[in-house]
């Protein structure tokens, strides 16, 4: 497995491999820290393209806000290359800083209304940051298949509207959450928990199951599904929520029943971390 570092050292593997008469490009950003959620995001793209897999490993500091944790953010290499290696991945794509944001860069994707929304209501900034750094990444991979996970729901409605608008050519595939035994989904920010905040955060799938619960049943009005997911949070005082919120998964805008396809999403703080969880209605 190759470990590439520069976007033009990418570009030339992608254009060798359409050279020589391969199938597409699989692409699966992310920024490291790699987990099981990770691994089925590798997994899933060398499936669909086996030897034709780039994993990006980048901490991209301009989706973190002044106050987020980009300094202390998990920065596992060695392991992440392992794991991506045994997982099927072909190359590695880790940039410096420098060579994603050139001294003096002045461009920025913004995708209007949608940043605003769930976590960019949240963390101002973060979804421009997050848009400008997978359109470099796409640009640089030329990938027909962009992997990420869906308990980033909001990010996934973002990145499909800029690549649809900016017709980016790849498609962006959506692998399920992958959670732990007792439910709490996976997350490169778990490490953060104490051993009792870990325990406390495992309110935000028990919220999730009790919307489930109850849409299996035939409820289906957003202001009942909203309360019963307050009431599971009221049994956790120390966790401060954020959001929670049923919503067009296209949009993003806030709906009064959930139709197949729709999305409810929570995010909260446990202690110091902030942690999201969503499921898509059937």
């Known amino acids: ?27 699966v950003p992310t920024m490291g820290a790699l987990h099981a959620g990770h691994a089925s995001l590798i997994r899933a793209a060398a499936e669909v393209r086996p030897g034709h897999v780039a994993v990006s490993i980048f901490v991209n500091p301009t989706q973190f806000g002044p106050n987020e944790d980009f300094a202390k953010y998990p920065r596992t290499f060695a392991a992440d290359c ?50 400008t750094v997978v359109a470099k990444l796409l640009n640089a991979a030329e990938p027909d298949l962009a992997f990420f996970g869906q308990k980033d729901a909001a990010q996934v409605a973002v990145l499909r509207r800029m690549v649809a608008d900016l017709r980016l050519g790849a498609k962006i595939v959506v692998c399920p959450i992958v959670r732990e035994s007792d439910g709490l989904a996976l997350s490169s920010r778990n490490v953060y928990l ?17 919307v489930e619960s109850l849409v299996a049943g035939g409820e289906r009005l957003s202001a009942v599904l909203m309360e019963a997911a307050c009431s599971v949070f009221a049994e956790e005082l120390e966790v401060r929520m954020d959001y929670i919120e049923l919503v067009d998964w296209g949009t993003l805008w806030p709906v009064l ?26």
């Open 82 to 131: 392992a794991l991506a290696e045994r997982e099927g991945a072909t190359v590695i794509f880790a940039p410096s800083v420098e060579e994603m944001y050139p001294a003096g860069a002045a461009t920025f994707v913004d995708v209007d209304g949608l940043s605003d929304r769930l976590d960019g209501a949240s963390r101002p900034g973060h979804f421009r940051g997050v848009a």
């Open 257 to 282: 029943s959930a139709a197949p396809g729709t999305l409810f999403a929570v995010a909260a703080w446990v202690g110091k971390t902030r942690l999201i969880d969503n499921t898509i209605i059937c």
């Open 194 to 210: 104490s051993s009792a905040e870990r325990k406390q955060a495992l309110v935000l799938s028990r919220a999730i199951r009790r």
């Open 1 to 27: 497995m190759e470990i590439l570092r520069t976007v033009e050292e990418l570009r030339q593997w992608t254009r060798t491999q359409r050279c020589e008469g391969r199938d597409g490009i699989a692409l």
